[in-house]
């Protein structure tokens, strides 16, 4: 995937300013910056939701994963698992011999049957999560996926994560406004700069991705969280 010089504005508001990046197949890329510098437009610029309106876009399909996980409240946890499929045309009972094993896979063994109200917002996210992976699109756009979660919750789904994407892998482009997060799953680090946005810095993680592969404390990892700030300010 590469763009090249994207650039958009939305009135007189301009949100992005020549950004460039590239990623590689199965690489993971963290975007990071403050509020309003342009990182959830940058997601619907790669999934095709806006034609920016400078640069150039080079990218396979790529399918978005919100904030808000979205499930559908009257459908049980393995359907809403399997929504994507179903609106690709697939019959129910494929849809659900699909993402059920999914579903096990990402801890969620007994919960198929749930109801989204009666899940905690981890275990939403984990089935928002398999939903997105079988819309089968070689590019996962995550836009703070964990934002709404306490530091616990957020931690442990962290985790499951960067597991699921070492069984899985996919190019993933992840939005968030926590350094410390795009550095335990990122393999590269963009900082962009206040709106209007642009790259202040690409940072390489060198760090074994991976559960269990980084932790907050690791030296590395301060560094880089360091590099990120630093570049920020």
């Known amino acids: 995937m590469i763009l090249e010089g994207v650039a958009h504005a939305y009135g007189e508001v301009q949100a992005l300013a020549g950004v460039g990046l590239r990623a590689a197949p199965g690489e993971v890329v963290a975007i990071v910056g403050p509020s309003g ?42 359907d809403n698992a399997g929504l994507a499929l179903r609106v690709g045309g697939a019959s129910k009972a494929e849809a659900r011999a699909a993402a059920h094993p ?20 981890g275990m939403r996210q984990r089935v928002a999560f398999a939903r997105t ?34 069984r899985r892998p996919r190019t993933v482009l992840l939005v968030t406004h926590d350094v410390e997060e795009a550095v335990l799953l990122a393999d ?42 630093g570049a920020m300010r």
């Open 37 to 78: 510098c342009g990182k959830s437009t940058l997601l619907d610029v790669v999934c095709g939701l806006i034609t920016p309106q400078a640069g150039h876009v080079e990218a396979p399909r790529a399918v978005l994963m919100p904030q808000r996980d979205q499930l559908l409240p009257w459908l049980t946890a393995l």
């Open 133 to 166: 992976l079988l819309a089968g699109a070689p590019v996962l756009c995550l836009d703070e996926p964990f934002g709404a979660l306490d530091a616990i919750t957020r931690s442990d789904t962290q985790a499951w994560l960067a597991a699921a994407l070492e």
């Open 102 to 121: 999914l579903l096990e896979e990402l801890g969620l063994s007994g919960f198929e049957r749930t109801r989204p109200a009666e899940l905690s917002g």
């Open 188 to 229: 590269t680090v963009i900082v962009l700069s206040p709106r209007p946005g642009r790259v202040l810095a690409t940072l390489t993680v060198a760090l074994p991705r991976g559960a269990g592969g980084r932790v907050a404390t690791d030296p590395g990892v301060v560094a880089l969280r360091a590099q990120a700030l």
